[in-house]
């Protein structure tokens, strides 16, 4: 499945053979919905997102909403559940605490809903979400996967800017070339993300993957079906210093394994197509490893500043990102010898 990339990968992904998700029994309830929220340890912003979700939620027969605890061991997420929604909400917990990817894919499979929804435990829906969902998900009957804008949010909910569209896409509708789309970025929000079913029985569950899981599992889906895009920003996508996304930025591993899989992501593509979008892909990219290693910079956090200049010009080398990564280097030694 990975092509010749997958050598490349290997460093990153335990297995190249997604974990399996098995077809819902015969005569087993089936709502419209899954709503599965996926926390661990996760105490200040749960009850928002949860409040968020119940607020438009239409009845049990209509919706499955369970929050799967990934061996939480600080907070006692059973109760704050209940508090919350008495038993309006399910509530699943680990008997270990798994990896990202083995939890999400629990969620997968918890999930008896023809749509499934996987809800991170730090973001909110907008008023309106899974009516506009429902809309567009019943005039798209080939339709796998559906997403829409989202608004960035700071830790105290302050908006911040929204998160960029698919490349040259400015409408809602079905996107034409999705996986091209997608192999020149990851683009699609994890908690804008509402999935078939059955399509997830086709593809599996998620790889193991560090920092890029949902962006494989977007490329998969997005090669068996059609995906939509909504664009109005019906999510408020946090980013904060303790999320897990924000802090593994840090150690500039989340920039090697997005190197790996756009190549990846490229093969992937019809042969035509393939370098042009690896160059889209890697000067995008650049860029942003650029933006956090000047972040990383103004935040005195100088060894990772120079993990992330050194992707830029890995990713796409120029004379510029030769001396930005002199200039971080010297940094870097200069703040040693002075210590």
Same mark, same amino acid.
């Given at each position: 499945?990975?092509?010749?990339?997958?050598?490349?990968?290997?460093?990153?992904?335990?297995?190249?053979?997604?974990?399996?998700?098995?077809?819902?029994?015969?005569?087993?309830?089936?709502?419209? +919905?899954?709503?599965?929220?996926?926390?661990?340890?996760?105490?200040?912003?749960?009850? #928002?997102?949860?409040?968020?979700?119940?607020?438009?939620?239409?009845?049990?027969?209509?919706?499955?909403?369970?929050?799967?605890?990934?061996?939480?061991?600080?907070?006692?997420?059973?109760?704050?559940?209940?508090?919350?929604?008495?038993?309006?909400?399910?509530?699943?917990?680990?008997?270990?605490?798994?990896?990202?990817? #083995?939890?999400?894919?629990? *969620?997968?499979?918890?999930?008896?809903?023809?749509? @499934?929804?996987?809800?991170?435990?730090?973001?909110?829906? #907008?008023?309106?979400?899974?009516?506009?969902?429902?809309?567009?998900?019943?005039?798209?009957?080939?339709?796998?996967?559906?997403? *829409?804008?989202?608004?960035?949010?700071?830790?105290?909910?302050?908006?911040?800017?929204?998160?960029?569209?698919?490349?040259?896409?400015?409408?809602?509708?079905?996107?034409?070339?999705? *996986?091209?789309?997608?192999?020149? *970025?990851? +683009?699609?929000?994890?908690?804008?993300?509402?999935?078939?079913?059955?399509?997830?029985?086709?593809?599996?569950?998620?790889?193991?993957?560090?920092?890029?899981?949902? +962006?494989?599992? +977007?490329?998969?889906?997005?090669?068996?079906?059609?995906?939509?895009?909504?664009?109005?920003?019906?999510?408020?996508?946090?980013?904060?210093?303790?999320?897990?996304?924000?802090?593994?930025?840090?150690?500039?591993?989340?920039?090697?394994?997005?190197?790996?899989?756009?190549?990846?992501?490229?093969?992937?593509?019809?042969?035509?197509?393939?370098?042009? @979008?690896?160059?889209?892909?890697?000067?995008?990219?650049? %860029?942003?490893?650029?933006?956090?290693?000047?972040?990383? %910079?103004?935040?005195?956090?100088?060894?990772?500043?120079?993990?992330?200049?050194?992707?830029?010009?890995?990713?796409?080398?120029?004379?510029?990102?030769?001396?930005?990564?002199?200039?971080?280097?010297?940094?870097?030694?200069?703040?040693?010898?002075?210590?």
């Amino acid at each position: 499945m990975m092509g010749r990339a997958g050598g490349r990968l290997a460093a990153f992904v335990p297995t190249v053979e997604p974990p399996p998700i098995s077809a819902l029994s015969d005569g087993e309830p089936t709502p419209f +919905w899954s709503v599965i929220v996926p926390t661990r340890d996760r105490e200040q912003y749960l009850a #928002e997102t949860l409040e968020s979700i119940l607020s438009q939620a239409p009845g049990s027969n209509q919706m499955q909403i369970e929050v799967v605890d990934n061996y939480s061991t600080a907070v006692d997420v059973q109760a704050l559940v209940r508090k919350i929604a008495a038993d309006r909400i399910g509530y699943f917990r680990q008997p270990r605490a798994m990896s990202i990817s #083995e939890n999400w894919t629990t *969620c997968i499979r918890r999930a008896h809903g023809q749509w @499934v929804h996987i809800m991170p435990d730090d973001d909110v829906l #907008e008023p309106g979400f899974y009516d506009a969902y429902r809309s567009f998900i019943e005039q798209a009957p080939d339709l796998v996967l559906l997403a *829409c804008q989202a608004r960035i949010i700071d830790e105290h909910g302050q908006p911040g800017r929204l998160r960029f569209n698919p490349p040259g896409v400015e409408r809602t509708g079905v996107l034409q070339d999705p *996986c091209q789309l997608l192999a020149q *970025c990851d +683009w699609i929000a994890t908690p804008s993300a509402v999935v078939r079913r059955s399509a997830y029985e086709r593809v599996g569950g998620f790889l193991g993957f560090s920092h890029i899981l949902d +962006w494989d599992m +977007w490329m998969r889906l997005a090669s068996i079906g059609d995906v939509g895009y909504i664009h109005r920003p019906l999510i408020r996508n946090r980013e904060h210093s303790h999320s897990g996304s924000t802090s593994s930025f840090r150690t500039g591993r989340h920039i090697a394994e997005i190197a790996a899989f756009i190549d990846a992501a490229a093969d992937r593509l019809q042969r035509p197509h393939r370098a042009a @979008v690896r160059r889209k892909a890697r000067r995008l990219y650049a %860029t942003y490893a650029d933006y956090m290693s000047n972040a990383l %910079t103004g935040a005195m956090e100088r060894r990772a500043a120079l993990n992330h200049a050194v992707w830029a010009w890995r990713l796409h080398p120029g004379r510029a990102r030769s001396l930005t990564v002199v200039r971080r280097l010297f940094d870097l030694l200069r703040s040693t010898a002075v210590r």
